[in-house]
């Protein structure tokens, strides 16, 4: 291999590279950029092209800014709050009489003709 080659870390990506690397969808990296959560983007700009890159180290800045995030007491209160709505729901659903359990059974072996 020559020693001229970029290894795969050392590169810049493209916002497809980055969200394939990342784990992410398109979708999802754009509702990132509008909300200010995205990495750093480095953007080359000529008559007719323009050309934009996520170099290594605004992804490194944007993995520190994720954890960070990640770990934050809002955060932390974000998920517990939503862990109890999703617990509500499920109450809420469960008591519902158009519940799948309160449903009448099947009468088997009396079928229409």
């Not at 990506?13 to 480095?42: H, M, V, W």
């Not at 953007?43 to 490194?60: L, Q």
Request: glycine share 4%.
């Amino acid at each position: 291999m020559p020693t001229s080659a970029v290894s795969e870390i050392d590169r810049a990506f493209t916002i497809r590279q980055f969200c394939l690397i990342e784990n992410i969808s398109p979708a999802t990296y754009a509702k990132l950029k509008r909300r200010g959560l995205g990495p750093r983007e480095d953007e080359i700009i000529a008559p007719g092209v323009r050309i934009v890159r996520i170099s290594p180290e605004a992804r490194d800045e944007w993995k520190k800014r994720m954890t960070a995030l990640r770990e934050s007491k809002a955060a932390q209160v974000e998920r517990e709050r939503a862990h109890q709505q999703r617990i509500e729901a499920g109450r809420r659903s469960a008591a519902s009489d158009k519940h799948v359990s309160k449903r009448a059974r099947c009468q088997r072996g009396r079928r229409r003709k």
